[in-house]
């Protein structure tokens, strides 16, 4: 079977034991461990990961300070070298399940059938509605003390309250420089984590916070709705997050509510709450960043080979411990 990396170049609907939706960290991290066993696989992605915001990716084993680009590519081109591999450079906009598994069917109309579905699209992060905050996201504008923090150690910094957990943020953060703690309207803590707050020697500003200001992507300060400038060099915040795609909806998968928000639902062996619909990465519960959406993705990419030996794993498990 060839290995493609063009919709326009494919021109057979094999079918396959296999199609992974998404094909960055945690997709192509599952498709590499379908491939070796020598089944099928189809990974079909739009190339838009998470972090692509970020000249730099951090932490990952081996490849600290890698452009998420290159990390990618360089994931690509091993799993390239599997001959049961094809790579559909496209975005799936719908699936199905039907008799003897699922299909899968892209922008562009084609149609692709697979036993057994990988669902690794990831989310999408939506930011609050604050000028000058998108240009800056992923380089003065940070989500992760982990992934960006040392880079900005010592630094002024900020953390923009967004929601319950804003609080935990800003003190994760004091560990990296000092802090100011923008309310920004969001209710004000409660005594002990205001003691809390202080303890660290985070400064509170209660004023809403009405621009970010610099010479983007380099970030001056913080404007206020009171008129003054806080001089800031780099700003954390949380996103709200939503599904890059609703496939998992029309398949019928259920979801749970996370701290960002929706996340879908998975068993100890990463199938989704539908038979044969396996899911892993930032769209799953207890991923938060690119190592743990590869390893996540191995584990899915294992369970979802062996099911199609076995059958559904957590009745095997069962069975053992029978
Ligand atoms: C600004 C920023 C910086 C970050 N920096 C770091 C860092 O330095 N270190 C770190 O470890 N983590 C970092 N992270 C976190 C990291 O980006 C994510 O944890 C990681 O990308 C999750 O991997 P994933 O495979 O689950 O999803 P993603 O990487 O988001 O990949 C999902 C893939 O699915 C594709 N896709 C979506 N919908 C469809 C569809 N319908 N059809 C086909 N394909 C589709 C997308 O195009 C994309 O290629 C950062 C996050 C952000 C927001």
Same mark, same amino acid.
């Given at each position: ?60 084993? $081996? ?5 998420? @680009?290159?990390?990618?590519?360089? !994931?690509?081109?091993? &799993?390239?070298? *599997?001959?049961? +591999? ?14 003897? $598994? ?5 922008? @562009?109309?084609?149609?692709?059938? !697979?036993?057994?579905? &990988?669902?690794? *699209?990831?989310v +999408? ?31 002024? &910094? ?5 929601g319950?957990f ?72 949380g996103?709200r997050i939503r599904f ?11 979801t749970e509510e996370g701290m960002q928000g929706p996340l879908l639902q ?16 930032d769209l799953t519960p207890r991923v938060a ?34």
């Amino acid at each position: 079977m060839p290995s493609q990396t063009s919709a326009e170049s494919h021109s057979f609907a094999a079918p396959y034991d296999a199609i992974v939706i998404g094909g960055s960290y945690a997709g192509l991290s599952g498709a590499m461990q379908i491939a070796r066993s020598g089944r099928p696989v189809c990974i079909i992605d739009s190339s838009q990961p998470r972090n692509r915001f970020a000249a730099h990716s951090h932490g990952f084993f $081996g490849q600290d300070g890698q452009g998420p @680009a290159q990390m990618i590519a360089q !994931a690509r081109a091993d &799993l390239g070298r *599997y001959p049961n +591999v094809t790579f559909l450079d496209a975005r799936a906009t719908a699936a199905a399940q039907e008799d003897s $598994g699922f299909s899968v069917t892209t922008e @562009a109309g084609e149609t692709f059938h !697979a036993k057994k579905l &990988l669902l690794a *699209y990831g989310v +999408v992060d939506i930011l609050p509605d604050l000028p000058g905050l998108k240009e800056r996201w992923g380089i003065t504008a940070l989500h992760c003390p982990y992934c960006h923090g040392y880079e900005v150690k010592g630094a002024r &910094l900020g953390v923009l309250s967004v929601g319950p957990f804003s609080p935990h943020q800003a003190l994760l953060i004091s560990d990296w420089g000092p802090v100011t703690y923008f309310l920004n309207g969001q209710p004000h803590p409660d005594e002990l984590t205001l003691a809390k707050l202080k303890g660290r020697g985070i400064k509170i500003e209660k004023s809403v916070v009405t621009a970010l200001e610099g010479e983007s992507p380099a970030l001056s300060g913080v404007r206020l709705e009171d008129g003054r400038l806080i001089p800031l060099d780099a700003l954390f915040l949380g996103s709200r997050i939503r599904f890059a795609s609703d496939i998992a909806g029309q398949l019928g998968c259920a979801t749970e509510e996370g701290m960002q928000g929706p996340l879908l639902q998975t068993d100890a062996f990463k199938q989704t709450t539908v038979p044969g619909v396996y899911a892993a990465g930032d769209l799953t519960p207890r991923v938060a960043n690119a190592s743990m959406a590869a390893a996540d993705g191995v584990f899915a990419g294992v369970c979802l080979h062996q099911s199609l030996i076995f059958g559904p794993l957590d009745a095997l498990e069962k069975v053992a411990s029978d």
